[in-house]
């Protein structure tokens, strides 16, 4: 017990996740696990296919091969960015081909298996096995949570993405520094190792809780750069623009509808980097519940419509389903795309701090935040922000407050937020964690494309 003893000496620091995870990756090093009951029928298992690159897009990569090369930089790769298929043709050229990116070209692999762990071979259990009650304790908690494509049939992966990464000292603009799917993961471990260098990009509203406001050092460690859409950096990282561009476009109001938008939880804690926790879900769900009961009373329920993130296992949807029967309920499966939803709604109401929200402020919609913080800080490097939002009733922590501030502003919504001190608190918010340029393309070129890596 020994390494028990070591390792609940080293809690106690700060950086203790980081420790465990590098005893795993050093472990599995060590000890490689290849597939040993299919070892030669390894087709029989997995599928591989193509994705179908879209027509605009393979016009506008032969409208690329027409352009001169220009004084930029041309060691440059797009591997999968955000941006508009317009923002990417003006930074494209003959040399530099940005248009259709490195990620999409690259065909897929997929297992025809089901990979759920509760199917992981119970062969694997008495492989790993230890002497030391510790190391089988650490050995069960990885065969529970770790995917196939990482164990069992990381051999098959390594070989298929290995040979779609021959390039070398090439500079990679990548999305975001912990992309999560297999293929992208494969793909920039081995890309990195070629002395290829990841430019990596802020991908979502991170960084606004108390609890992200190291998110820069955290991932940091996954990339060469790394880019937020701030007008502040720090040492970690470097201060840009909102690259997500690909959605943005005028929304004119055509309803008059309400629309609420949760953030996601899991049923467990497992990082604050990945989803809210347990704790807030049940908040979230107190809060969106009291409004929704204020409105029926006042309103009814007819023009509201109430958008859930991902269903990680919460069961929110069944809740309000039974809570609120005549409720408009969509989620990410009946309608992923909530850009869809901006014109049907005239108010936004957010009850988690997310991507979603700067989005509904970046077209300039009246949008209002609902969260309790207490349970989930704002920033405290950021206090005079969110201190002018509470000021311009654009966040709220109480539903009641939040209710009739909403009342009084239904009839004409935009005569509240067209006002000059809600759009200047509005503004100081995207500034400080979404800032956007209505020429992301110049920025690309003066401030990354000419810049000394």
């Not at 879209?54 to 797009?78: P, T």
């Not at 004119?252 to 949760?262: A, C, E, G, M, S």
Request: proline share 3%; glycine share 2%.
């Amino acid at each position: 017990m020994k390494i028990l003893a070591n390792f609940m000496n080293f809690l106690k620091k700060k950086n203790y996740n980081e420790f465990i995870f590098l005893q795993i990756h050093n472990y599995f090093k060590k000890n490689r696990i290849y597939n040993f009951k299919y070892k030669n029928k390894d087709k029989e298992y997995y599928k591989i296919y193509k994705n179908k690159i879209g027509a605009k897009e393979r016009f506008f990569e032969f409208l690329s091969n027409l352009k001169r090369r220009d004084i930029y930089n041309e060691n440059f790769i797009n591997f999968n960015l955000d941006l508009d298929l317009n923002n990417l043709l003006d930074l494209s050229n003959s040399s530099r081909k940005m248009v259709t990116n490195y990620f999409k070209k690259i065909p897929n692999l997929n297992l025809k298996k089901n990979i759920f762990f509760s199917q992981r071979n119970e062969e694997l259990n008495e492989k790993l096995k230890k002497k030391d009650p510790f190391c089988n304790l650490i050995n069960k908690t990885i065969l529970s949570n770790l995917p196939k494509s990482y164990l069992e049939y990381f051999a098959i992966y390594e070989n298929f993405y290995k040979k779609f990464t021959l390039i070398n000292n090439k500079k990679l603009l990548v999305r975001s520094p912990v992309e999560t799917t297999e293929k992208s993961r494969f793909l920039l471990a081995f890309l990195s190792l070629k002395k290829n260098q990841l430019l990596c990009f802020q991908e979502g509203g991170m960084g606004k809780p108390d609890c992200q406001k190291n998110f820069t050092k955290y991932l940091r460690k996954f990339c060469d750069q790394f880019y937020i859409w701030s007008k502040k950096s720090d040492k970690f990282s470097k201060s840009f623009y909102c690259t997500k561009t690909f959605w943005i476009k005028k929304y004119p109001i055509n309803q008059r509808k309400t629309l609420i938008v949760l953030g996601s939880v899991k049923p467990y804690f497992f990082s604050f980097y990945s989803s809210n926790s347990y704790k807030f879900g049940f908040s979230q769900i107190n809060l969106v519940t009291n409004f929704l009961n204020f409105y029926k009373k006042n309103f009814g329920l007819h023009d509201v419509i109430l958008k859930l993130h991902n269903d990680n296992g919460f069961e929110e949807k069944n809740y309000f389903k039974k809570k609120f029967p005549n409720l408009q309920i969509q989620d990410r499966i009946s309608n992923p795309y909530i850009y869809s939803m901006f014109s049907e709604s005239e108010i936004k109401i957010f009850t988690s701090d997310y991507t979603a929200n700067m989005q509904s402020l970046l077209i300039n919609h009246p949008t209002l935040f609902l969260w309790n913080d207490k349970i989930k800080p704002n920033n405290t490097n950021h206090t005079k922000i969110f201190k002018d939002l509470l000021k311009n009733k654009i966040l709220f922590s109480s539903s009641k407050e939040c209710f009739h501030h909403y009342k009084s502003i239904k009839n004409d919504p935009f005569e509240w937020w067209m006002s000059n001190n809600v759009q200047k608190s509005k503004n100081n918010y995207l500034e400080t964690f979404c800032r956007y340029s209505d020429n992301i393309s110049d920025k690309f070129k003066k401030e990354i494309f000419l810049k000394k890596m």
